[in-house]
């Protein structure tokens, strides 16, 4: 499937690879190919091998070993983990055949001649709704077939030797990496664990102290454009524009967090239909980073009541919650004192242990414990003490591939695509990296309980909206 330039297509998939995930969600993945997906397939004309998924990375092992010269696309059904193992099985292969080396964080990682395609029946489908606005089954299912295709940046997450994973809509450190590490423990009750994990964890109100480093972006996600199709930030992008990257600065934050997210997309859901960042560009070759410090369990609740809005609650609230609402249509988060959104080129972030004091005001090491929370990467825990985010991506003037070029591209300069971080909060504690933050640490903090995370937006993929 080829896109030219200015979005018009000049043909279709006539022969794809889809794989089909049927634990994912409600277990409903097989259910909605033979009902939904085979005959539509059918009807349009194109030919399709499908492949039941049977365990963890078993579409990335298959993506790294079968021929794929007769495919004209890659599509899964299956929720946002789904689609990161096609992200992350497509990107490994075609960087093996280039004899590209992913565990390098300097490295540009190529962009896969197939595009991709998600059909979403997972818990959240996260992917599917940001690009469709919806997770209807069939309109995914259409848009595949008439190839229509959109630019999409994915992001690479390191540590200091290994490429730990790549991933296409959010990473969240703190509350989130706690919902999913302990809903693993409630499988047995579907997408429901989600909501039990989250409320356990919303009580405990846990804080992490940490540091961020970013190369932030001159355009702030407060004062940016919603992101459409073909929009202009990203068609810039897309011509190897990096008059802004010369502009950009570096910035430490330091603090204790609730939450620390880095967002590729908007990460809108039918129970947060604005997202967590609704002005985040699909492919601008940035990231949006979304700081929530640590503070009282009443805003929290606020703010989750910001991001979970509905209409039909208005009828049943407050005048003062009422205004909670409507702030939340028009200004998302950008307006709570607790809440710092970035837009970023790079950026790493550093947890750092907790120090326990002792009645001598001596600092024991047999009693410094860290105080750690893991990653949630697309609804996957990744549990590693030494990881590195750094955006290292570029544009790509020669990017041929159809339905959705993530930022992954092969021939790219040395230019960051990650997102850089600009505080909206006139609270926030960020300073430029050379200068000292806001918050003292010991020099203990270097230990090697320390996690120090990059962040590269790594990437364009081509993925089939």
């Not at 998924?53 to 495919?71: A, K, M, P």
């Not at 193992?85 to 197939?114: C, F, K, M, Y």
């Not at 595009?115 to 606005?133: E, K, N």
């Not at 000292?436 to 962040?455: A, K, P, R, V």
Request: aromatic share 6%; net charge positive; hydrophobic share 30%.
């Amino acid at each position: 499937m080829e896109k030219q330039r200015g979005g018009g297509l000049t043909h279709r998939p006539r022969k794809i690879l889809l794989f089909v995930n049927p634990f994912g969600g409600k277990k409903k993945g097989l259910k909605i190919w033979e009902k939904d997906v085979q005959p539509l397939m059918t009807i349009a004309g194109i030919e399709t091998k499908m492949l039941v998924t049977e365990r963890v990375n078993h579409i990335r092992d298959i993506l790294l070993s079968t021929d794929l010269t007769d495919f004209h696309a890659v599509v899964c059904i299956g929720g946002d983990g789904t689609l990161a193992e096609v992200i992350n099985g497509l990107v490994l292969r075609t960087s093996r055949d280039r004899q590209i080396d992913p565990n390098n964080p300097e490295a540009n990682l190529p962009t896969p001649r197939l595009p991709i395609g998600v059909i979403p029946s997972g818990s959240t489908d996260t992917v599917a709704y940001s690009l469709h606005g919806t997770t209807d089954v069939q309109t995914a299912a259409i848009h595949i077939i008439f190839g229509d295709s959109a630019g999409l940046d994915i992001s690479s997450v390191h540590n200091d030797h290994t490429l730990l994973r790549l991933y296409a809509s959010m990473l969240s450190y703190g509350y989130l990496g706690d919902v999913i590490r302990d809903s693993e423990k409630f499988r047995w009750m579907g997408p429901q664990r989600y909501d039990y994990s989250g409320f356990k964890k919303i009580l405990g109100n846990k804080g992490y102290e940490g540091e961020i480093q970013l190369l932030s972006d001159p355009c702030h996600p407060a004062t940016s454009t919603r992101c459409t199709k073909n929009c202009t930030r990203c068609l810039q992008h897309m011509h190897n524009s990096n008059s802004e990257k010369e502009i950009s600065r570096w910035m430490t934050v330091r603090g204790k967090f609730f939450m620390v997210n880095g967002a590729n997309l908007a990460c809108g859901c039918a129970r947060s239909p604005m997202g967590f960042s609704p002005h985040c560009h699909i492919g601008d070759g940035c990231v949006d980073v979304i700081l929530v410090r640590h503070t009282s369990l009443f805003n929290n609740i606020r703010m989750l009541l910001r991001l979970s809005s509905k209409q039909k609650t208005l009828d049943k609230c407050n005048t003062w919650f009422v205004y909670e609402l409507i702030l939340s249509v028009c200004l998302p988060q950008y307006d709570l004192p607790f809440v710092e959104v970035y837009r970023a080129r790079e950026f790493t972030f550093r947890a750092l242990p907790t120090m326990h004091m002792h009645s001598d005001r001596e600092i024991n090491n047999r009693y410094m414990s860290s105080n750690l929370s893991v990653w949630n990467c697309d609804g996957e825990v990744i549990d590693n003490s030494n990881v590195k985010i750094s955006n290292n991506s570029s544009n790509n003037n020669s990017n041929s591939n159809s339905n959705s070029n993530s930022n992954s591209n092969s021939s790219s300069s040395n230019s960051s695509c990650s997102s850089s971080i600009n505080s909206s909060s006139s609270n926030s504690s960020s300073s430029s990296s050379s200068s000292s933050s806001s918050s003292n640490y010991s020099s203990n903090s270097n230990s090697n309980s320390d996690i120090s995370d990059s962040i590269n937006n790594s990437g364009r993929v081509v993925v089939v909206l």
